[in-house]
């Protein structure tokens, strides 16, 4: 009797202990901003943080992270196992900043999880389920997702939808992003998650009526009808204690997630939350070397205003470095000849780093601030007009994305034009495929490169705010920095359209064996032919062999029937690059091999979009493996039509002359453009 007495007299602070946490369990929070919060208020895990003004930063513009931000007790949803759960009711304020206007991924998830502590992977996942465990009933998850991007897997209805998750990311219902102002559907308006405007959402269960309904809105009154209305019982999904929380994460492209207030309730409505009193997000990313620019182009304006006449006198003396109107408009900052000069020590042989038709590329270190440059000169003898080049310069200078080879100047002296970009300490990446190179790129390296180009290239035809085409993707034209980062370069070629526009059919340009066999039959350069070219250098970069090699059996000449040839045997793998020693990643190497078949498709109609390109790559959404003959759809036709358009020479007089002064088979095929300047001659940069 004494020893049981003893026992619970033992066992009496442990009950009391275990009984504690059920007492205390909250059955509600609210948070106007989380400044202050600490590890007691909100679990952060991933690269989730809490900002100095109180924002709640679930994830920054980094590649593949996740953030999550759990409040650390649980929630307690039903009084038994077997019971039912209760009605709960959040209300939350989210905004999203994609990395890029336009480009962003993927999408955060109000989340509610037996654990904060969830298996679970970036990208599409949305950090809060993995491959495996997908659709798993024991998940026991409840997700509503604020998703940015269209996963094919999942079935996603857009790129900008709201969507209720049960164990799965394939959604049990969703919307395209929106609310109602009235009862009936027209009534509804678009809403553009990524768009850094704050939106409130609310999240409702109703158990007595089995109906989860979510609501948003960019103002703090909460729309009559809700979005997505979805009729289930969550009492099997929802555990006893559950924990309630955040998620977020980004695939190659990024977004910043971010929530800046957040409330809760068990059985009852959640306390509301005015977006005019929560914290702000922080402003737009400055972006310095912009503002310099524009400071350095006022300064400019300003002082060029009051030496006009100056100048003008001048000029009847010495017609030298003459400032025209239409110069002043030209974003990037505009150098002094003298300055250049200097950089690159009068332009000497020493400092050239490549050669073409029309001029040089030379290293440069700028007096003052001891910058390294590349300085692209064209010479005052070229065709290359100055309409071009003024168009390169409004262009390039005004794209920003970090795997673009940035253009930070230029200056124009009589005939003289001189634009001078980032220098990129290991050349071009032709160099270390083609010829027995020095040095061996490993498949690790190759992989990031393709993937940082295919960045490059969606931010050029879907991140700006017009579409801009490369045309002259190429190996030669991929320039690496210091930290073997991929990165794009000469955009001379790059025309601007307004989208939705037809291109100009003016032009042919673009390098043999990477152009699009449509290009020569239409005139027309496309995102599409982009694509096309963009295959061409997948299949180079795996396989170490240039797009049409000269020296080649005929039936070896072209590498894309070469490839197509052994995938068709079962082979591809063959084709590797034997300067690889047989070291790369099995999966990723097929999966660029046969995207480089998709994308070398002679119907443009076939190939991907670029969007879909970096999804591939992403190993997001596999390459099917049933390809369609990429001569189908008129490449051979339009190869043959292509060389039979050099020969009748219907390219413009600019191109066939450099055709002409190009025709060096040992070197590379010819570039049919004023880029062909910085095909790899010399030693380092070309762009
Ligand atoms: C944060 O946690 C502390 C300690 O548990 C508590 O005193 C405080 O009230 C909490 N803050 C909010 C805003 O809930
Ligand atoms: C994102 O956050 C992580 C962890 O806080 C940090 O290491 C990384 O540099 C950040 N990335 C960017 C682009 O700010
Ligand atoms: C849960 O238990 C409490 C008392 O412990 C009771 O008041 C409440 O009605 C129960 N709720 C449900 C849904 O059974
Ligand atoms: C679901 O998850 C459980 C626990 O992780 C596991 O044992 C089970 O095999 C999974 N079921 C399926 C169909 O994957
Ligand atoms: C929807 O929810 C139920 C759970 O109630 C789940 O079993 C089902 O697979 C879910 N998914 C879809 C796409 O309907
Ligand atoms: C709203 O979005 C839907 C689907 O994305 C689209 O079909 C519709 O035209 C858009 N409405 C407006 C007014 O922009």
């Not at 170490?544 to 197509?564: F, I, S, T, Y």
């Amino acid at each position: 009797m004494a020893t049981k007495l003893n026992m619970l007299l033992k066992l009496l602070p442990l009950l009391v202990f275990l009984l504690i946490p059920v007492s205390s369990q909250p059955n509600q929070l609210f948070y106007a901003g989380f400044k202050g919060l600490g590890s007691n208020n909100m679990t952060l895990d991933g690269v989730a943080e809490i900002e100095p003004n109180g924002v709640l930063k679930l994830t920054n513009d980094s590649s593949k992270v996740m953030g999550h931000a759990f409040y650390p007790t649980p929630f307690r949803f039903k009084n038994s196992s077997g019971g039912k759960a209760f009605s709960f009711s959040s209300s939350f304020a989210l905004a999203i900043v994609p990395e890029f206007p336009k480009l962003g991924g993927h999408g955060l998830a109000f989340t509610i999880a037996p654990s904060k502590d969830l298996k679970a992977h970036p990208s599409q996942y949305l950090g809060i389920l993995d491959s495996s465990n997908i659709g798993n009933f024991s998940n026991h998850l409840f997700a509503v997702e604020f998703d940015t991007a269209k996963d094919f897997e999942f079935g996603d209805i857009d790129d900008n939808h709201v969507g209720i998750d049960i164990n799965s990311l394939a959604s049990n219902a969703s919307a395209s992003a929106g609310y109602y102002t009235g009862d009936d559907d027209s009534s509804k308006q678009n809403l553009t998650l990524q768009s850094r405007v704050p939106i409130l959402a609310w999240v409702d269960y109703d158990a007595a009526k089995s109906v989860v309904h979510v609501t948003i809105s960019a103002s703090s009154t909460k729309p009559k009808r809700p979005l997505l209305s979805y009729h289930v019982d969550l009492s099997p999904i929802l555990k006893e204690s559950m924990y309630v929380g955040f998620s977020a994460s980004t695939g190659l492209l990024a977004s910043s997630h971010y929530i800046l207030g957040w409330s809760f309730k068990i059985n009852g409505p959640a306390p509301p939350l005015d977006l005019s009193s929560l914290p702000q997000l922080p402003g737009p990313k400055k972006k310095h070397t912009s503002l310099i620019i524009g400071v350095s182009v006022s300064v400019v304006v300003l002082a060029l205003c009051a030496v006009l006449f100056g100048i003008y006198m001048y000029r009847r003396y010495k017609n030298a470095d003459v400032i025209e109107a239409w110069e002043l408009e030209i974003g990037p900052h505009r150098y002094s000849y003298q300055e250049l000069k200097k950089a690159t020590k009068g332009f000497k042989d020493k400092e050239l780093l490549g050669q073409g038709g029309f001029g040089s590329v030379y290293k440069g270190t700028l007096p003052n601030s001891n910058t390294q440059v590349a300085v692209k000169r064209i010479s005052h003898d070229s065709n290359q007009g100055l309409r071009e080049f003024v168009s390169e310069i409004a262009s390039i200078g005004r794209l920003r994305h970090r795997n673009l080879v940035q253009l930070l100047g230029w200056c124009r002296r009589l005939g003289d034009l001189l634009l001078v970009y980032d220098f990129m300490e290991n050349g071009s990446l032709d160099k270390y495929l083609f010829n027995e190179p020095e040095t061996i790129l490993s498949w690790e390296q190759r992989f990031k490169v393709i993937k940082d180009v295919a960045s490059a290239l969606l931010y050029l035809h879907e991140g700006y705010e017009q579409v801009v085409i490369h045309r002259d993707v190429k190996a030669s034209n991929v320039l690496l920095d210091g930290e073997l980062n991929g990165r794009l370069g000469d955009f001379g070629l790059a025309r601007l359209y307004e989208h939705g526009t037809n291109p100009s059919t003016t032009r042919v340009v673009g390098t043999l064996g990477y152009l699009a066999p449509e290009v020569p039959r239409t005139g027309k350069a496309t995102p599409s032919s982009d694509v096309f070219a963009f295959g061409a250098l997948l299949l180079e970069v795996a396989c170490g062999l240039r797009p049409l090699e000269p020296k080649a059996m005929p039936e070896d000449m072209v590498l894309v029937d070469c490839v197509w040839n052994k995938f068709k045997q079962g082979r591809i793998l063959n084709m590797v690059d034997p300067k690889l020693n047989g070291v790369f990643n099995e999966r990723e190497m097929l999966m660029v091999l046969k995207l480089g078949l998709l994308c070398s498709n002679g119907s443009p109609t076939a190939r991907p979009s670029m969007r879909q390109v970096v999804r591939f790559l992403e190993g997001e959404v596999g390459v099917p493996d049933e390809l369609r003959k990429p001569g189908e759809g008129g490449y051979q036709e339009g190869f043959d039509e292509f060389l039979h358009s050099l020969e009748s020479s219907s390219f413009d007089q600019m191109n066939t002359g450099s055709y002409g002064r190009n025709r060096d088979m040992d070197s590379s095929f010819p570039s049919l453009t004023g880029t062909s300047l910085f095909s790899p001659h010399g030693k380092g940069q070309t762009m």
